[in-house]
């Protein structure tokens, strides 16, 4: 009778830790969703005058050249709520083109009237994290569609004038473009570690390729997602690590060769870079902040007057203040089931591989073996034992195997 309350204690902890990490899941999907808004920069754009404009937690904010903060539009004002943005692009008219992961995946901005429209009129939408550049003397927009691996070219009425097939020009997984003078269109090419010029007319032929091995920074930050080209011919290149994140940023010279590492903290994480005429516009999504480095590396300070300094550090507070709840949930729900899932196998064992002493009729004491069967109740339907037995490992199993990847996580973040 003891064994059989003992496997009736197992089995209904492997039934809560099921049920816990079903709880576990919802609720993290809830908090995921409650604060998907509080990051950092993820897309930063200049205009030709030398205006800013950067997206911090579902606000559009805009800059001028000085730094002195004009405007803060919320993206829900431009019919972005809960959008992702994936670039901004200002065009020579005035518009801001935004590019997002919905429906409409760019659209054209009027600031001023708080208005937008659909850009393209035909043809394909691009698809993901794609990435613009205008071409000023063909007056055509070029867009890099990362997932597809291909090139798409609109007029200025986002009508489709050329639709590359996925590969065509050798690019895996494409990332930021830039036009330059010289009628090039420099691509950060991610998935085969390179920037590469094609030529702006045919985005067909190669005029050069420029491998970003990371010989200054850590070995792993070898993916390429942005850059900037600086006037005297050299690159500022975002080298992220395999999960795209937490990247170095490194000077390029003119001759390809890294030259400078900027000193950044392992959690800054840079994700866009915008050059100016005399200095760089940095941005940073774990530390949601926004700097201007010097063309020499020497020089970093942080951009934007106080008002935007305060919208930085509000949004700066929350970021933090979320992600130790992340953290601090995953833990104080991982834990308790791991426990209960030891405590469970625990009681099971003991059922399975003890011996149960016992007088018989005759007043002889004999030792018995365990029954066989598992589960007393569900006996009679021999698959629902199978399939709750599996069920059952799993929920024994499972917590455990996340606590131990947990602490070899946390074990190899300090490490870095």
């Not at 011996?355 to 009729?361: E, F, G, I, Q, Y």
């Amino acid at each position: 009778m003891r064994e059989r309350r003992s496997e009736i204690i197992a089995n209904t902890l492997a039934v809560l830790v099921i049920l816990g990490f079903i709880a576990v899941i919802a609720n993290s999907l809830r908090i995921f969703s409650e604060s998907r808004h509080v990051h950092g920069p993820t897309v930063l754009a200049v205009d030709m005058a030398g205006k800013v404009y950067i997206n911090i937690a579902a606000t559009l904010h805009v800059l001028e050249a000085s730094g002195e903060h004009t405007d803060s539009i919320p993206l829900a004002e431009l019919g972005l709520d809960g959008a992702t943005l994936t670039d901004l692009l200002a065009l020579p008219d005035g518009r801001l083109l935004i590019g997002s992961t919905d429906s409409v995946t760019i659209r054209a901005c009027n600031l001023f009237e708080r208005r937008c429209a659909p850009f393209i009129q035909s043809g394909p939408q691009p698809v993901s994290a794609f990435k613009m550049a205008w071409d000023a003397q063909r007056q055509r927009l070029l867009v890099v569609d990362g997932e597809r691996h291909r090139i798409l070219v609109y007029d200025a009425d986002g009508a489709l004038l050329l639709e590359s097939r996925g590969g065509e020009q050798g690019l895996k997984l494409p990332n930021t473009v830039r036009l330059t003078a010289r009628g090039e269109a420099i691509i950060a090419d991610t998935n085969h570690h390179r920037l590469v010029a094609l030529d702006a007319a045919t985005l067909s032929v190669e005029h050069w390729a420029m491998p970003v091995s990371n010989q200054l920074g850590n070995f792993r930050r070898i993916w390429p997602t942005d850059f900037a080209l600086a006037a005297d011919r050299r690159f500022w290149v975002i080298l992220d690590n395999d999960l795209l994140e937490n990247g170095d940023v490194v000077l390029f010279d003119a001759a390809h060769k890294p030259v400078l590492r900027l000193a950044l903290p392992s959690d800054w994480d840079p994700v866009k870079l915008q050059a100016r005429g005399s200095d760089v516009l940095l941005a940073g999504f774990g530390s949601v902040e926004l700097v201007r480095v010097s063309l020499q590396g020497d020089v970093i300070e942080p951009f934007g007057d106080s008002s935007f300094r305060k919208a930085l550090a509000g949004v700066r507070d929350q970021h933090r203040s979320a992600g130790r709840w992340w953290h601090t949930w995953i833990w104080m729900a991982i834990v308790p089931l791991a426990v209960l899932a030891v405590i469970a196998a625990w009681l099971d064992w003991r059922k399975r591989n003890g011996r149960v002493t016992a007088v018989d009729s005759t007043g002889t004491s004999r030792t018995f073996e365990p029954a066989t069967g598992a589960i007393h109740w569900l006996q009679p339907k021999p698959e629902i034992v199978r399939m709750w037995r599996y069920a059952r490992w799993l929920g024994y199993g499972l917590p455990l195997l996340l606590l131990v990847t947990g602490i070899l996580v946390w074990l190899l973040r300090r490490r870095r």
